[in-house]
């Protein structure tokens, strides 16, 4: 199973509105990404959780709030969004291996097909 | 941290003919990797290629190559006999997962 699964595939919000996003991977990654990508654009990390620990969280508002309950699933908690939160959520998960290995086993993200995000 | 340059915001190319599309980076790290992805208008990002710093050859993965220049620091995508599928926007992105960053992006249209 080289699989990363994103629910809801879309999902529309008020401003009000409490929602979350879940993703699920079933390889034994121990590291799991939450990336925003807006159309037309390259995505963007927002935070990482290396062994269940968030280890990054590139200043994101603290109405996005990760979670990562075990190994094989994290969730974006999502309260109070803004129109302009609307995007593209894209969740990837890695072995999470550290070390210098550069070969592709060690180094490559594995994506899932991601949540389109309206915030209305 | 590395720095991913894609300056080509789109290209055409006819049908079953090759295209190249490029990729710039900028590291002081010795050790890293390129990864090629495509991402069809659906929103997955699909992996293609990698290219590891101390691979010797030049990856090739089907009917996608990457021609690697390490003393250029280039690592241009090249897809052979294109197909109207082929038609996504391509990301760079390199050094690892763990610190991923992507290219602008180039837009492939592929025509009939």
């Known amino acids: 199973d080289t699989e990363v699964t994103q629910t809801p595939k879309h999902l529309v919000m008020g401003m009000t509105n409490k929602k979350s996003l879940k993703c699920e991977q079933h390889m034994g990654h121990r590291a799991m990404y939450w990336y925003k990508q807006k159309a037309k654009k390259p995505p963007e990390l927002m935070f990482v959780?290396?062994?269940?620990?968030?280890?990054i969280n590139e200043s994101v508002p603290s109405r996005f709030s990760p979670e990562c309950p075990n190994s094989s699933l994290l969730n974006l908690h999502l309260h109070a969004l803004q129109p302009e939160d609307s995007a593209l959520y894209l969740c990837?998960?890695?072995?999470?291996?550290?070390?210098?290995?550069?070969?592709?086993?060690?180094?490559?993200?594995?994506f899932g097909q991601g949540t389109r995000l309206t915030v209305v | 941290a590395q720095k991913i340059t894609q300056t080509q915001p789109g290209m055409f190319v006819q049908e079953k003919e090759a295209v190249t599309l490029d990729c710039t980076y900028d590291?002081?790290?010795?050790?890293?990797?390129l990864f090629w992805y495509k991402q069809p208008s659906s929103g997955e990002m699909i992996f293609l290629i990698y290219q590891g710093s101390y691979d010797e050859q030049n990856a090739t993965e089907g009917r996608y190559s990457l021609n690697f220049q390490k003393a250029r620091k280039s690592a241009n995508l090249v897809i052979s006999a294109s197909q109207l599928g082929d038609s996504a926007m391509y990301f760079c992105?390199?050094?690892?997962?763990?610190?991923?960053?992507f290219g602008s992006g180039t837009q492939l249209t592929v025509l009939p």
């Open positions: 590291t002081s790290d010795q050790s890293y990797g």
């Open positions: 959780y290396s062994y269940e620990k968030l280890s």
């Open positions: 990837a998960s890695s072995l999470g291996r550290r070390g210098g290995s550069t070969d592709r086993t060690n180094t490559e993200a594995f």
């Open positions: 992105a390199g050094p690892s997962a763990r610190q991923l960053t």
